[in-house]
């Protein structure tokens, strides 16, 4: 499974890059705004340090008029820029649109495998359950995954399935076990998976460190 960021922070980029976990960086409106630019702008400087993984940046638009106008605005940032498109009826027309011209889309907001089958069906280049946000609504969002997974493995969908809105370690690995092709999580959560079991952590490397200098054997090379 890949590991995607959901970050447009470029120092939080760039420390999980040189710890060898970054795969793609998955970005909002509410996170590129943030940033204090244009969202263009920001996508587009993301796109420039990280030329070879895929930046995904979100439309706002609500009609397949409008989305498509702001799609081909976002995707001008850089051509490994994947337009964020959300999982509704307009959306799913913009997804068909978009396909025939070249330009790959993540279909965003899905909450159902109803949902991410039929914006498969439509040419999403992946698709983003919110399997965090599932329970929330009456659903196992864990159950969904994994559904969404049978189907697809069932399927000819050239669609990857990205699992969205972790908020604990465990759920890297649980998003693992029921199908996920790829995770995306804040930054936050990729750290608290070395911080969360820190003391115990740190106390066998104080005891390591104890006995170590105890009897000096690795400090004479022995």
Not at 72 to 100: C, H, M, W, Y
Not at 170 to 179: L, P, R, T
Request: proline letters at 4%.
């Amino acid at each position: 499974m890949k590991l995607f960021a959901d970050t447009a922070d470029m120092a939080e980029l760039t420390e999980l890059e040189e710890m060898g976990l970054l795969a793609g960086i998955t970005t909002n409106p509410s996170l590129s705004s943030k940033e204090g630019a244009d969202v263009v702008e920001t996508i587009s400087k993301l796109s420039r340090r990280f030329p070879n993984i895929p930046v995904l940046a979100q439309v706002v638009a609500v009609t397949k008029e409008e989305i498509m106008e702001q799609a081909k605005s976002i995707r001008s940032a850089g051509d490994n820029v994947v337009v964020k498109v959300p999982a509704t009826a307009e959306g799913i027309k913009a997804i068909r649109a978009l396909k025939e011209m070249g330009i790959k889309t993540c279909a965003t907001t899905i909450l159902t495998s109803a949902q991410a089958m039929l914006c498969a069906h439509a040419g999403a280049a992946y698709v983003a359950p919110y399997t965090g946000q599932n329970d929330c609504i009456g659903y196992h969002g864990l159950d969904t995954l994994q559904e969404i997974a049978e189907v697809f493995a069932s399927s000819d969908y050239e669609t990857e399935i990205l699992a969205a809105s972790i908020e604990k370690p465990q759920e890297f690995v649980d998003y693992a076990v029921h199908g996920a092709d790829i995770t995306t999580a804040p930054y936050h959560v990729f750290m608290d998976v070395f911080q969360m079991p820190m003391p115990l952590t740190q106390y066998y490397i104080d005891n390591f460190y104890r006995d170590w200098t105890a009897n000096g054997a690795y400090l004479k090379g022995k």
